[in-house]
T-cell receptor
């Protein structure tokens, strides 16, 4: 069966520090991968998605970046965090095709202080 | 960028009551998914609707896709505290792997 791992679960970082969140998927090949951010009490904002190794689509201009160094690994990074980067970050995967569902990780709650 | 509005934004009702929440857009979609998210967790798929006018039932939940495939509704009968959560709709189109979500409806069922 397929599983998705996302870590860490919680993170407290000072403003200006770097960030690296990692997400890996097991049990499937060539998944589409997604990073979303959710502010407190709000909906999900799509940050990045990837349909293959090295292929990244960015949805929102910001100080975040994403990389996909391996087929089932998706990394979200920042060189210098801002206070506004605080939120709940969710990684998700799905197979290609418009009807396939998203499968989410358990999320990382990031607090920038 | 497609704008997907969900209404109401917040809804708080007593256990046993019925409710309907909506997902509306001016764009046509190939399909639409409904998810429920509980605090501190990722959203979980409830249903995918594909055909205009389609109705799907999941126990006490009834989902309908609009005839023109621009909107959808979720009706809950005899709501229970376990229905509490954030309900999100997500439309998709053939050939487009980007998947965005509506603004969400936060539902609270009061025992």
């Amino acid at each position: 069966s397929q599983t998705i791992h996302q870590w860490p679960a919680t993170l407290v970082q000072p403003v200006g520090s770097p960030l690296s969140l990692e997400c890996t998927v097991e049990g499937t090949s060539n998944p589409n991968l997604y990073w979303y951010r959710q502010a407190a009490g709000r909906g999900l904002q799509l940050l990045f998605y990837s349909v293959g190794i090295g292929q990244i689509s960015s949805e929102v201009p910001q100080n975040l970046s994403a990389s996909r160094p391996q087929d089932r690994q998706f990394i979200l990074s920042s060189k210098k965090l801002l206070l506004s980067d605080s939120g709940f970050y969710l990684c998700a995967w799905r197979t290609g095709g418009s009807h396939s569902p998203l499968h989410f990780g358990n999320g990382t709650r990031l607090t920038v202080t | 960028t497609q704008l997907l509005e969900q209404s109401p934004q917040f809804l708080s009702i007593q256990e046993g009551e019925n409710l309907t929440v909506y997902c509306n857009s001016s764009s046509v979609f190939s399909s639409l998914q409904w998810y429920r998210q509980e605090p501190g967790e990722g959203p979980v798929l409830l249903v995918t609707v594909v055909t205009g006018g389609e109705v799907k039932k999941l126990k006490r939940l009834t989902f309908q896709f609009g005839d023109a495939r621009k909107d959808s509704s979720l009706h809950i009968t005899a709501a229970q505290p376990g229905d509490t959560g954030l309900y999100l709709c997500a439309p998709s189109n053939f050939g487009n792997e980007k998947l965005t979500f509506g603004t969400g409806t936060r539902l609270t069922i009061i025992p």
